[in-house]
């Protein structure tokens, strides 16, 4: 089974500062990872697919990146809702056996 | 508007079953893939089971094999998840969710649709 580690697990910024996710991979996923954001009270959403790929309505300011076992998450302005937190997911390809999510890493006010 | 809308969780005691029931609409139910996916109470998301748009070809985690059947019912747009054998470790909000779809996979576990989710509590 592939595992995912996200780091750091707690970021503290501010609004307006730049944040970058890590995902690392046991083994190598290709480029089939997502990016999913999670507030309280609230089912997952759906940022990036195919580790680069913005999903349907997210803001550019969204950005995913890396192939292999290393992916980056990047949110270039942080504005007030994306205070949340952030979960990475690979698939198998073939076949489709199933997916996996990572620990996740919650971004918090500073 | 897709909408998903789960259903059937409830108190359960170790050992025993629950079926969970997810009633789609806003999309043509029988060309996407469908997966239930599960959250601990304060923990991450866990992968359960995934279906095809047929229903020919189903997969599952290795936690709940040969234990929780997946299903679906095109008919009635309706995905099903039989869980028996419950644990105490399965204490979980199910959410159904809708695979994101592609030329490419036939399940791509991408999800793009989520229900709000329904509790399951496993204890005596």
């Known amino acids: 089974e592939i595992v995912l580690t996200q780091s750091p697990a707690t970021l503290s910024l501010s609004p307006g500062e730049r944040a970058t996710l890590s995902c690392r991979a046991s083994q190598s996923v290709s480029s089939y990872l997502a990016w999913y954001q999670q507030k309280p009270g609230q089912a997952p959403r759906l940022l990036i697919y195919d580790a680069s790929n913005r999903a349907t309505g997210i803001p550019a300011r969204f950005s995913g990146s890396g192939s292999g076992t290393d992916f980056t998450l990047t949110i270039s302005s942080l504005e007030p809702e994306d205070f949340a937190v952030y979960y990475c997911?690979?698939?198998?390809?073939?076949?489709?056996?199933?997916?996996?999510f990572g620990p996740g890493t919650k971004v918090d006010i500073k | 508007e897709v909408q998903l809308l789960e259903s059937g969780g409830g108190l359960v005691q170790p050992g025993g079953s629950l079926r969970l029931s997810c009633a789609a609409s806003g999309f043509t139910f029988s060309s996407y893939a469908m997966s239930w996916v599960r959250q601990a109470p304060g923990k991450g998301l866990e992968w359960v089971s995934a279906i095809s748009g047929s229903g020919g070809s189903t997969y599952y985690a290795d936690s709940v094999k040969g234990r929780f059947t997946i299903s679906r019912d095109n008919s009635k747009n309706t995905l099903y998840l039989q869980m028996n054998s419950l644990r105490a470790e399965d204490t979980a909000v199910y959410y159904c969710a809708k695979d994101r779809g592609s030329g490419s996979c036939s399940i791509c576990y991408y999800f793009d649709y989520w229900g709000q989710g329904t509790l399951v509590t496993v204890s005596s």
């Open positions: 997911q690979q698939r198998s390809n073939w076949p489709p056996l199933g997916s996996t």
